[in-house]
């Protein structure tokens, strides 16, 4: 799977959380101008705002791990795991265990320098802890800490990767 395929369907399985903020926002737009009130308006570009910002930290996480993915020559194909609201990446093929430590750490450690850097462009903002908080992912009842975990116990050693429902 190419780079460029799996971005498309990262993108994509962002359509309903994005149609839900747009909704969002045209509503409040709307009811801006039905009743002219300008804080309407500001609370639905508030709400977009954050939203895209929110969708934008997971984006940059799993693109990480997908880069990560990539610097390793084990892994033979990566498939998206999407739901309404949540999506991620599983590689299959072989990796060491000190290589899915470092993928598992890449998704969490990009949103952090991602928001590192909102944080000095916009620093009264509070966008940048859309990005941030994917620290906590690291932690070992998430995905990338339970990964994490994996690598370290299997530091030395490859490790099958298969994603659910694939038979090898």
């Known amino acids: ?9 990262l993108i994509w399985s962002c359509r309903l959380p994005f149609a839900a903020a747009a909704l969002g926002f045209t509503a409040c737009t709307f009811l801006a101008t039905m009743t002219t009130d300008p804080i309407l308006f500001q609370a639905g570009l508030w709400l977009l705002a954050h939203a895209l910002f929110l969708l934008a930290g997971f984006l940059v996480h799993e693109s990480s791990h997908v880069v990560g993915m990539r610097l390793f020559h084990g892994v033979s194909d990566v498939v998206i795991s999407a739901g309404v609201l949540r999506f991620s990446v599983i590689p299959v093929g072989r990796l060491y265990g000190w290589q899915i430590a470092i993928v598992a750490i890449f998704g969490p450690s990009a949103s952090c320098l991602a ?33 994490l975990i994996l690598g370290i116990r299997a530091w030395a050693r490859p490790v099958g990767l298969l994603a659910p429902g694939v038979n090898c």
Request: glycine share 12%; net charge positive.
């Open 115 to 147: 928001g590192a850097v909102v944080a000095l462009l916009a620093p009264g903002s509070f966008l940048q802890y859309w990005f941030l908080l994917h620290a906590v992912f690291l932690l070992p009842f998430f995905g990338d800490g339970r990964s």
């Open 1 to 9: 799977m190419t780079a460029g395929l799996i971005a498309k369907q």
